[in-house]
């Protein structure tokens, strides 16, 4: 009886001891391989500022005030990037939520630095709030453009606390990098990574100022790479945390460089939501070395308007895959139009690189020095050529102005296979519209109405076919197979595009 009741109580003991142990292991284990971020945020942290900026209003102005518990100072970036509008603004009381720091009306703006004292009584507000990196220990300072856009005065905060009044060095709101420049030596800098080495799944550190709160760091990893959002250049994906305030600040990759700035986020509310964008730090130093050393950023052009290439497009031209870059319009004795580039082409290369989507072209035209020759390779009634080009400078955008002429009552006409009425385009109208061939649609139903087509659009080829009149193009159409897609040359105003369509049996 003893023994069995010793024997019970060893056996007790061994499995109590054992339990603790497996979900101990268990969880040590992965608890090893978390990152430590804390030597990196040392090393890197007092490198990154805060960047607030004020603009002055007339004390007999009158703004409307923000809604109740509001700080236009912190949500004044919220307000200009995700809605596209300036923050309304009332005047600040010293020492009120959102007023320059110290109740000084921003007049000096607090410690440090060389402060001028304004040459005016118009008080300062706060117009914006935002983070930075400083690139070199004589004071240059990268941000976003949007940081800094329409600021009477940027304050530039180091993490010892001292304030700086900057000078701004230059903007390029196509890629959205500002350089500034504070008066300063010995400063801290941060080391520029490599963005193209990125590997999606790394881990990455933010530090900024999110609502104003200096020195914020937050972590995640890369979700993708070369992110194509519609803007100039792709970015770098992320689920690092990051709100309005961390615009401009660094993402910093595991050895502590940097390697993209944060510039936006994916919101339906204005706050986090797992999705941020980083700008390219290669893309964004080159910016800034032109602003550095000209306060501008030149870029080349070759004129042309573009649209991207659908999967129906490229199979109703015969393109193995769809890519490239489709020619919509080109701007009349611009370099494309002289290099003989014409409305319908898809660019497939551009000097001898891949155009895998319509917003690679304007990247690798823009990096090229204007005067400097490259070759366009294009796609044209299924054969590939290649034209040679002389680069332009970019500059600003014109409006092309044609004469506006009354075009001709239009004959009736049966619709066809297609469901498209059209008619013959005078030659006088032709040569206002700098166009050789076309016809134009008078009358749209089934097919037609489906893809969006419209009475006054011109139709400039049907397949690889250049259409010469209404009655070749009603011999073209009644032709088609059914069963398959064609694509249609459309021209509408100024632009020119394919539009894929299926045609309907004929009774």
Known sequence: MTTFSVRKFLAAVVVAA????????????????????????????????????????????????LPPGMDDGDMSEFFRRFFGIPLPQSPQSPGSPGSPRGGDNGDNGGSGGSQDTPDNNDPEQNSGVGSGFILSADGYVMTNAHVVDDADTIYVTLTDKREFKAKLIGVDDRTDVAVVKINAANLPTITIGDSNKVRVGEWVVAIGSPFGLENTVTAGI????????????????????????????????????????????YSRTGGFMGISFAIPIDEAMRVADQLKSSGKVVRGRIAVAIGEVTKDVADSLG??????????????????????????????????????????????????????????????????????????????????????????????????????????????????????????????????????????????????????????????????DPQKMVALLVRRGENTQFVPIRPRTQK
């Open 18 to 65: 054992c339990l603790p142990l497996v979900p101990h292991m268990a969880s040590a284990a992965p608890a090893a391989n978390l990152p430590d971020f804390t030597d990196l945020v040392d090393k890197v942290g007092p490198a990154v500022v805060n960047i607030r900026t004020t603009t002055r209003v007339s004390s007999s102005s009158s703004r409307g005030g």
């Open 222 to 265: 890369v979700s993708a790479k070369g992110r194509d959002t519609g803007d100039y250049l792709p970015f770098i994906q992320t689920d690092v945390a990051v709100n309005p305030g961390n615009s401009g600040g660094p993402l910093i990759n595991m050895q502590g460089e940097v390697i993209g700035i944060n510039s936006q986020i």
């Open 319 to 480: 393109l193995p895959k769809a890519q490239g870059a489709l020619v919509s319009s080109v701007e009349p004795g611009g370099p494309a139009d002289k290099a003989g580039v014409q409305p319908g082409d898809i660019i497939l290369k551009f000097n001898g690189h891949s155009v895998d989507t319509a917003t690679d072209l304007p990247r690798m035209v823009g990096d090229m020095k204007p005067g400097t020759n490259a070759t366009i390779t294009i796609w044209r009634k299924g054969q590939t050529r290649e034209l040679p080009v002389t680069i332009a400078e970019m500059q600003s955008e014109k409006v092309a102005k044609e004469d506006q002429k009354k075009p001709q009552t239009p004959k009736p006409r049966a619709t066809n296979a297609l469901g498209i009425a059209v008619s013959d385009i005078p030659a006088d109208q032709q040569k206002a519209l700098k166009i050789h061939n076309g016809v134009q649609i008078d009358a749209v139903d089934g097919p037609a109405v489906r893809v969006g087509l419209q009475k006054g659009d011109i139709i400039l080829r049907v397949g690889d076919t250049d259409v010469t009149s209404a009655k070749q193009f009603d011999d073209l159409t009644s032709h088609l």
